[in-house]
């Protein structure tokens, strides 16, 4: 079975510090990977993605994640945060090879202090 | 997010009404979802559709009624509900619903929904 882990329900950084939130996966075959941002009153937007090649995929507004097969992670970060990037990020899973329904992970909410 | 138009933004309905909930799609996608979102808890996946044909229902109870008569509009009949179905009721789309496709989904506003 797949599954996706948000170990932090919130992460607190202050503005032009750089950004970590931790996603770990669960798949049984080779993972897609997304990144989605919810800011209040709307719905989901989607950031970024990896399917395959570089571990390293940049998306929008200044934000990359990195792709660790070993660790089975993909953490999203950002080099200096701003306080309008303060937000509900979901980290969600496919299995790209069984061929089963993107798995969200429950949200970690960023916030960006001045 | 004007790819993705749900109605009503909010809706607030007893227990033995009957609504209905609306979600457009311009972007010219051959996919529609339906997702319910909880406070806490991950986004649950409720209903899938590819070209019209309902291709996943994830053991939804039967108070809640999906339609899509073409590629652009879905909607969620809505009846007899539960208070514990209080929820931010999102819509989304992609270009396909294959389930080994690597397309992203573009979501809606979601309708809050709120049953007394």
């Known amino acids: 079975a797949q599954s996706v882990a948000q170990p932090e329900d919130q992460v607190n950084v202050a503005e032009g510090n750089p950004l970590t939130v931790k996603c770990t996966y669960s798949?049984?075959?080779?993972?897609?990977l997304f990144w989605y941002v919810q800011y209040p009153n709307r719905g989901l937007q989607f950031l970024l993605k990896y399917i395959t090649g570089d571990n390293l995929v940049k998306g929008s507004y200044g934000f990359e994640a990195e792709f660790n097969k070993s660790q089975t992670s993909f953490h999203l970060k950002k080099p200096s945060a701003l306080v309008s990037d303060s937000a509900l990020y979901f980290c969600?899973?496919?299995?790209?090879?069984?061929?089963?329904?993107?798995?969200f992970g429950k949200g970690t909410t960023l916030s960006v202090s001045s | 997010e004007t790819g993705v138009t749900q109605t009503p933004r909010h809706l607030v309905m007893g227990m033995t009404n009957k609504k209905s909930l609306k979600c457009e799609q311009h972007?010219?996608?051959?996919?529609m979802y339906w997702y319910k979102q909880s406070a806490k808890k991950p986004l649950e996946l409720m209903f899938v559709y590819s070209l019209e044909e309902r291709v996943e229902n994830n053991s939804v109870p039967s108070r809640f009624s999906p339609e899509c008569p073409n590629s652009s509009h879905l909607f969620l009949h809505l009846h007899t509900l539960q208070p514990e179905d209080s929820a931010l009721y999102l819509c989304a789309s992609s270009p396909s619903a294959g389930l080994t496709s690597y397309n992203e989904q573009f979501f809606g506003p979601g309708t809050r929904l709120t049953v007394l």
């Open positions: 798949v049984s075959g080779n993972p897609y």
């Open positions: 969600a899973v496919r299995d790209g090879q069984a061929g089963t329904a993107l798995i």
């Open positions: 972007l010219g996608h051959n996919a």
